[in-house]
């Protein structure tokens, strides 16, 4: 006795459970042993179960027909690999299916691209049936590439049967039907056809329809996706879904039951106003997905429970009064401290952390409470003091970085035009970094007529990255000024970096040195992307290359250097991979092949204009998504 008294003096939970129960539980005892014996009785063991045996036996007929069409496509299948010499045999088969399985209504065996050389690309013999005659012909057509279907692709890719949503084929049969897609492998494992049975889906909607436990019971069906497939509306089949419809009538529980149907779920569902309330039974077609929902009225389905409901409502009424009145004054009285817990809590919210807190003089829930609300209040000083901190830390460090950027891009020419006193050349250059500093870099400058231009691409980013862009900037003009060909220049440069190099960053380097008057290049690769080469007479290429290694790999590597002569018009489009390897928010590339069909259609702008308007491309390619690398451009114009 003593250990219970402790425990309801101890306990602000236990105390108010108790109150509750205490006048709760003879009362609901009572009104729920009336309706368990006789509302569970006569209606979820009568009625209930009247409606799900009629939809469980519509259910197994469908899984029954499913399963006779699987069996016999298996069946046929090893007929397919025994004519496999004989394509045209393939229009017997399919017409042997039709004959031997009602409910089919069209049949094809869709070959691989060009699998029979002689048939071309497209290869399907197709049979279906037109009132009681069976007709063939070939399925794939210009406007219909079955190749591309779900009912082919699906499959395909799966690498096992599949059930299709139901679809309107009008490319076969011209009605909405459900395909079964079997795939067929030869010896070696390797698909070469797709054996497909179609069913009509009025099959399906009047079976559904026939489910009719009461006099005024409908009924509907939905695919996987929450499509509907059978409706008392057929203007919703194939054009509405579930989900739509809930939106639509704004119907929570209409969705709730389409999240049930979709995921395979069987049970009921109640929803609806009192007159025209609604209980749904449903369960799942196990070899499709699909699912089947019967709706019956609550008044048939609960006929019987009218009057017993009546005293249940009369005895609950008077319960939850008595209820309700001794829970109000009985919470009133013990949830007094946290009112003034939600003044204090308001107050912390407010930025107030010193705020007092009521004084607790129990050993309960609300102690525990009280203790809690007075570590947050410690806890949320010493965070803000920590966040202060960080956000001076994290500013300085923003501010440095800006710095470091203004003095990266003060390393590259920005002035253009680059050379406007000459009427020989015309260049132009644009670097984007991916963060505030970046790896790239470019150059260029004019000694002796000769046209000196480099684009090169650090291994990673950020700060380290820039560091060696500027080593590898200054490098490259003081190393041009001891050696006259690339090769030579570029070899200097790599055992430089190459030298002490722990940190293993590289280099992508391309070099090149034009002679203005003449027109003959020499340049040297170092592991960078290829340049385009668009030539006066109109054609655009990319630059064979030496695929020599990058900068700072390996000190004493010898690089070589190739020439090549650019004619007055030609132009020359420079980048690095931030290019072609920018990506959009699906994670396709820029790639290369867009690159060079773009540069055709583009070739005769000027250097200005076709770098800015690349950059524009790679930018509406992305669409959004974030850039993930240095981004370099240069393009220069022999005149």
Known sequence: ?????????????????????????????????????SARK????????????????????????????????????????????????????????LRSNPHVVGCAIAFEPSYYLEKGVMYSPYSYRDGNNIYSKQLGTKDYDYHYMDWYQIPKLLGKAYWSEPYYDDGGADLIMTTYSYPLYDSAGKLYAIFTADLSLEWFTDKVEAIKPYPNSFNMMIGRGGKFLVHWNKECILNETVFATSKLVNGEELKELGHQMVAGERGMLSFGESKTELTMFYAPVKSTGWSVAVACLHSDVFAGVDSLLNIIVIIGFLGLLLLAGFCYMTIRRQVAPLTRFAGSAKEIAQGNFTTSLPTINTQDEMKQLHDSFEHMQQSLVAYIDELKDTTAKKERIESELRIAREIQMGMVPKIFPAFPEREDVDLYAKLIPAKEVGGDLYDFFIEDNKLYFIVGDVSGKGVPASLVMAVTCRLFRTVASHFQKPSEIVTSLNDTLAENN???????????????????????????????????????????VVPNLPLGLFEGFPYDGQECTLMKGDSLF?????????ENIEKRLYSDEHLLDFLVMHRHEHPSGLVEKVFQDIVCHAAGAEQSDDITIMCLKYK
């Open 502 to 544: 722990e940190s293993n960053m590289f280099c992508t380097f391309f070099l090149g040195i034009l002679d203005l008057q003449t027109g003959y290049m020499q340049y040297c690769n170092a592991g960078h992307n290829a340049p385009v080469v668009m030539r006066a007479s109109g054609k655009t290429e990319f630059m064979e």
């Open 574 to 582: 420079l980048y690095t991979d931030g290019v072609t390897e920018a």
């Open 42 to 97: 006569s209606v979820k063991a009568e009625s209930i179960e009247r409606a799900q045996v009629a939809m469980d036996n519509t259910i197994l007929q469908i899984d029954q027909v499913l399963n006779s069409v699987e069996t016999a496509v298996q069946n046929f299948s090893w007929l397919v690999a025994d004519k496999l010499e004989q394509p045209d045999y393939m229009y017997v088969l399919t017409q042997q299916m």
């Open 1 to 37: 006795m003593n250990i219970f008294m402790k425990k309801i003096r101890g306990s602000f939970s236990f105390r108010l459970s108790l109150y509750i129960l205490c006048v709760s539980v003879p009362v609901f005892v009572l009104a729920f042993f009336s309706y368990f014996h």
